[in-house]
């Protein structure tokens, strides 16, 4: 059916009504729903797959430890995750390793989180949403959104809906009409890709292999559940351990190295994870379980997170590389921040406005914070500091507090953050031809995926 076609159907079919209307059952759309529902909304979740479905993003940080318990699930996923007490990084070529404890962050009550399967993750949120009262329907995608009104960001509690077109998985039409539009829909991006403001990353073009794979070695005790990043000439890799045995492995590299590919997505991918020997080893033992999946255009970011009557969440609004594991969290925590603005709309009209201002400060500060060592990661002073870390003035602990997604809160943790990126200034300069290196190569792949897209 084309768009024009639904558009007529949707104004001649008579609708259903909610207060808000979720798209996307992910963490950030279940997270919103969830509260939203609890808070006494009309909450409709449209969920295009069936749960369990699978997902990547199996690292969560342990700043999702306290999101996990407000939606009373942390027993739940205890139950299906594997103990994650830190985070390795590991040199290219001479194997150099860091472990960097959650327990030495800032603030020691957060010493840990979980690695887990996202299907499990995810199914254990959806239905943790329905159970707190919002109507879940999975199999069900939403194709066209109509406004009824302007869609500017006036704060005031909208007169007029939001008018959704879903297809059911039999080919049903269902139109909802709802005040208020959450888009959660993950990397799908359907409003940032419908009002024209999704934008590429200029910054940090990477793209991604990654598959599981079972007998990979792992290490003993607590440091059997770390996430481990190996960097290597043209990127990095995660190695995630899973409770059931299995380990996720990916590669997030250049485009310009992906686009060298010549053979199939499999054997490319097994030959990438050959140039690095120390992720090799883990892995010399070990069976492809699952297919290869490849990834392009990987970082990209909305110029808006919001209008008078619709906010992106999560992956809907931003993606970043996924080097520090932040996606999960992010997403969760704006939803958190969607369903608080939302339900300040509707029982406080007057303060609507601020309470959308502060939803856009919260769902920009995440992916600004993490991007200023993201968009360095690979850069040989950065490698430096991760690997050679020192505490004075406590900038380890700051770091460890990024790296637990502590960056919401009250954790005086700023200064010393920029502090370290003087450091990390002082050291590029004192390298200086080294870091002109770096920086003329990462310009070259930039520029090579600008032109490729344009």
């Known amino acids: ?150 869609a500017a960001a006036t704060g005031s509690a909208p007169s007029v809906p939001v008018r959704v077109c879903a297809e059911h998985e039999n080919g049903d039409t269902q139109i909802w009409e709802a005040g208020y539009l959450v888009d959660a829909s993950g990397r799908d991006t359907l409003l940032g890709n419908r009002l024209n403001i999704k934008e590429r990353n200029k910054k940090h073009d990477s793209a991604a292999l990654f598959a599981h794979f079972s007998g990979a070695r792992r290490e003993s005790g607590k440091r059997e559940g770390n996430i481990v990043v190996f960097w290597f000439e043209h990127g990095w890799f995660w190695f995630i351990p899973l409770a059931d045995g299995s380990t996720s492995v990916g590669a997030v590299v250049w485009p310009q190295y992906m686009k060298s590919r010549k053979t199939s997505v499999r054997e490319f991918f097994m030959d990438t994870l050959a140039l690095c020997p120390p992720l090799a080893e883990r892995l010399r033992e070990a069976v492809l379980i699952s297919d290869v999946e490849a990834t392009g255009n990987y970082s990209y970011s909305c110029t808006r997170s919001h209008g008078a009557n619709y906010l992106l969440v999560g992956d ?109 200034f002082w050291l590029s300069l004192a390298n200086l031809g080294r870091t002109i290196r770096a920086w003329r190569r990462r310009a070259i792949d930039i520029r090579s995926e600008a032109e490729h897209m344009t």
Request: a positive charge; one cysteine or more; charged letters at 25%.
């Open 1 to 150: 059916m084309a768009p024009s076609d639904r558009l007529k159907q949707m104004a001649e079919t008579t609708p259903q009504s909610c207060d808000v209307l979720v798209i996307g059952g992910g963490p950030g759309g279940s997270t919103a729903a969830a509260l939203l529902a609890e808070k006494g909304h009309r909450v409709v979740l449209l969920e295009k797959a069936r749960h369990p479905r699978f997902h990547i993003g199996e690292s969560l940080l342990p700043a999702n430890l306290p999101i996990m318990d407000r939606l009373g699930v942390t027993a739940q996923v205890r139950a299906i995750g594997m103990e994650k007490w830190a985070a390795e990084f590991v040199s290219p070529g001479d194997g150099r390793h860091q472990e960097f404890s959650f327990a030495r962050a800032w603030d020691k009550s957060l010493p840990m989180a979980y690695q887990v399967r996202r299907s499990e993750f995810d199914h254990i949120l959806i239905r943790r949403a329905a159970e707190m009262g919002a109507r879940v329907i999975e199999g069900c995608r939403v194709r066209d959104v109509e406004f009824l009104r302007d």
């Open 316 to 424: 809907a609004f931003s993606f970043i590389d996924p080097v520090f594991s932040s996606g999960v969290m992010l997403a969760m925590n704006g939803g958190i921040a969607a369903a608080d603005a939302i339900h300040a709309c509707r029982t406080e009209p007057a303060r609507g406005r601020a309470a959308l201002e502060r939803f856009d400060r919260i769902s920009r500060h995440g992916p600004r914070e993490f991007s200023w060592f993201i968009y360095r990661i690979t850069n040989p002073a950065m490698r430096e500091l991760f690997l050679d870390p020192r505490n004075v003035f406590r900038v380890e602990e700051a770091l460890l507090s990024l790296l637990a997604g502590d960056i919401f809160g009250s954790t005086p943790i700023w200064g010393r953050l920029r502090l370290f990126k003087l450091i990390f």
